[in-house]
DNA sequence: ATAAGAAGCGGAACCTAGTCCGCTTATTCA
DNA sequence: TGAATAAGCGGACTAGGTTCCGCTTCTTAT
């Protein structure tokens, strides 16, 4: 039996009608290239409007707001770690000891933040936090499923927040470019949360 | 010897001119009754101008920003915790072993996140988390010091994170308002992280 | 084919955090 | 006491995210 399916939805559903589809697709060309162009702190949604040719009511009617933008903008690498989680070869997808896997997840997932995606997160900083409503939200329960399986003394629900809000972008970007640490430092300290909560769950349970 | 000293800045510097020093008290008195009344996140800075007497210039030359101003309101709750932290009585104060110290200091931490300064924290959501800058900076310097006594087998920075990480403000009013968690479950769920930690850095160092 | 209605659209208006700058006032020192 | 000066002040202004609403366009059922 294959892990719960906590895929990433897709956002064009099928009910859209064509010129919305179209208008999304714009939107999101327009917006990948400002991105890259000038940094994300520089983008402005009007710009992002304006490059697209639509005006503001749709980009705030297909994305809700600059966050929502933003993860659909992230969506797709997003999509493609799922992906392998759910049904690549291990130790990303199913079959090796949990330990591994969350170890492989963690550094693949931390990789993806450190290129750029941090600082695209970073533009975001509402009133919400990505862990909650972005990328994250859907790792939650990869994340939930392993430690539930190898750790089941633990308060798994808990356990898997302190794992997700290490993925922060502010706090990603703290590390490496206020103390100068190498990703691998900080991927090692994610490995070694996770092993933690692994060795203190797994006593009681199974 | 005492520990490090991470106070938090008292904002009245003798340097400060006397109309200044009174403006500081009146906008907080406005903003504390603001607050009070209508709750933070109806409360705009104008609104706090207006009801100090005092111009816009006046409230960002004090206080910076609205988190500034925030943090300033919380200031003196989390002194008052700091005090007992260097000189209190034990479990807070120094003499206690670290665990005990630990699940002290965490469940107070949370017990005043839960006390209204969720919402306030909530209502500042810029562009960085108060982990960084707001009251817990303060408290890195505690928790990195008894986990270096502790458990010098871990790398002390990364694990600080994911314990002040785990005093953010969305992610408490998410377990608390939204999945309906008694606030002991929290105190609970971080103390378990702290007994992890502690339980893998002991091994190796001493 | 066409009319009815839902879905979508544009962009001006709004709200609020944060900045700027010319004027005012407390302080200090002769 | 009375300049001189640095600190502080007010409030109009800017910028950017978000909302609103009257108009347009696609869809579909007849």
Redesign the pocket.
């Known amino acids: 039996m294959p892990e719960e399916l906590p895929l990433i939805a897709l956002p064009t559903e099928q009910t859209?009608?064509?010129?919305?589809a179209s208008?999304r697709r714009r939107i999101l060309e327009a917006a990948t290239e400002l991105f890259a162009a000038r940094g994300p702190d520089c983008v402005?949604?009007?710009d992002v409007a304006q490059a697209a040719?639509?005006?503001?009511?749709?980009m705030?009617?297909?994305f809700g707001?600059?966050?929502g933008l933003t993860f659909a903008l992230l969506g797709e690498r997003h999509r493609d770690l799922q992906e392998q989680l759910l049904r690549g070869a291990p130790p990303l997808g199913p079959g090796a000891p949990a330990a591994e896997r969350l170890h492989a997840f963690g550094r693949a997932r931390i990789a993806l933040l450190d290129d750029g995606e941090a600082q695209m997160l970073l533009?975001t900083a509402?009133a919400e936090s990505a862990t909650l409503r972005g990328p994250d939200a859907a790792y939650r329960t990869h994340l939930a499923v392993l430690l539930r399986d190898a750790a089941p003394a633990l308060d798994v629900e808990y356990a898997v927040n302190t794992l997700v809000m290490a993925f922060d972008a502010r706090l990603h970007v703290h590390f490496r470019y206020e103390r100068d640490w190498p990703v691998e430092r900080i991927q090692a300290g994610w490995c070694a949360l996770a092993d933690v909560w692994l060795a203190a769950g797994a006593g009681a349970g199974v």
Not at 16 to 20: G, L, M, S, V
Not at 53 to 58: A, H, L, Q, R
């Open positions: 859209e009608r064509a010129d919305a208008n402005s949604m009007q040719g639509v005006g503001m009511g749709t705030y009617r297909r707001d600059r966050a533009t509402k």
